[in-house]
């Protein structure tokens, strides 16, 4: 079976992560790209689509004209949820990019029309399908950690903004590095926790860096005049069952201790970190014991020669959760979730207040 696939959004992420994935699956014929920017769709068709494949500018008429399985949705967050919800109700599934959407208004409208319509929804997390991140979790579920009540969420960077596309334009994006790269960390500690009720949030945003000139940066300096978002921001989280998670995200900060989509977890009978690979630390007939898990290459994101794809294999997933009619391992209301927590972080630093959930 061969499942017609659309891309609407044709920029760096469908280049970099999407498109190369969807291209080694043999079920997938890809026959739709969309972009704002015609040039883009064209050169990706040209590069991936089948032999019949169509260009658009417009996601409605690609939504209209097209005989299409599935779409994958790598916009702007300000667009997730419109495109996604008029892809649903078109009768496609849909991947959604990270974070599902700008607003939690937004996200909540995408799980409803995955309701409505029966349509599957899954949202980018590809970090889930590191090697590390699967072993983790498996040892979570059988209970090796026992009762895991804290967490850290780490996506720190010392100097890396991105300074293309509209990643630095809240309007377009919500915010800065906390639901750009926050929003991984918190995804993978949420996931570890398996806890999706939060109690309440108490966030800060900091916009310390984002005015300097000619700033030190691994993609050249930032303009300031269009840096609308925060360079970094910290949280705290506590869940209905009493679990706290510590959430740290920054494109800038003058600090040495840099990580990214990683998680810190301490449980009742063992921890676990992923700063320095995978080791997992607990006490053993009245010994302290630290286990250093031993992965093949390509646990991380980048890893150079690695023979294991994040990308590939959350592609590979979801196109068999469609083919075999399961549920993604991403699911849409664990997704809501994580842009519950954004947002409160985001409101409670603008306020000064915590923000509560509804008990």
Excluded at 22 to 44: G, P, T, W, Y
Excluded at 277 to 286: A, R
């Amino acid at each position: 079976m061969s499942l017609k696939v659309g891309i609407i959004g044709c920029g760096g992420i469908a280049e970099g992560k999407h498109l190369p994935a969807l291209a080694k699956i043999q079920e997938v014929e890809l026959v739709a790209f969309c972009d704002l920017i015609k040039e883009r769709a064209e050169k990706n068709c040209e590069k991936y689509g089948s032999e019949t494949a169509q260009v658009f500018t417009d996601y409605n008429e690609m939504l209209a004209f097209s005989d299409l399985d599935l779409v994958h949705v790598l916009t702007p967050n300000n667009s997730h949820a419109p495109i996604s919800v008029a892809a649903m109700e078109a009768g496609c599934h849909v991947m959604c990019e990270k974070p599902m959407a700008k607003t939690a208004a937004q996200a909540k409208e995408m799980v409803a029309a995955a309701k409505k319509t029966g349509k599957k929804l899954t949202i980018g997390y590809q970090n889930r399908f590191r090697k590390d991140a699967q072993y983790l979790q498996e040892i979570c579920t059988e209970g090796e950690l026992g009762e895991i009540y804290f967490g850290k969420a780490h996506a720190i960077r010392r100097r890396a903004v991105p300074t293309w596309g509209v990643f630095l334009d809240e309007k377009a994006q919500g915010g800065g590095p906390l639901i750009d790269i926050g929003t991984h960390a918190l995804d993978l500690t949420l996931w570890m926790m398996d806890n999706y009720e939060p109690k309440f949030v108490v966030g800060t945003a900091y916009r310390k860096l984002a005015e300097l000139e000619n700033a030190a940066n691994a993609w050249g300096a930032w303009d300031p005049q269009k840096y609308k978002v925060e360079d970094s921001a910290f949280g705290f989280i506590t869940m209905k069952n009493g679990a706290t998670i510590f959430l740290e995200a920054s494109w800038a900060l003058n600090s040495l201790d840099v990580k990214e989509a990683k998680t810190t977890l301490c449980g009742t009978k063992a921890g676990a970190d992923m700063n320095d690979g995978l080791t997992i630390n607990g006490e053993d007939h009245s010994t302290l014991y630290e286990k250093k898990i031993e992965l093949e290459p390509g646990g991380v994101d980048f890893y150079d020669g690695a023979a294991d794809d994040p990308a590939y294999n959350e592609a590979r997933a979801w196109i068999d959760a469609i083919l075999n009619d399961t549920a993604p391992l991403v699911k849409p209301e664990q997704a809501l979730v994580v842009t519950e927590i954004l947002e409160a972080m985001y409101e409670s630093s603008a306020t000064g207040e915590p923000v509560y959930f509804e008990q």
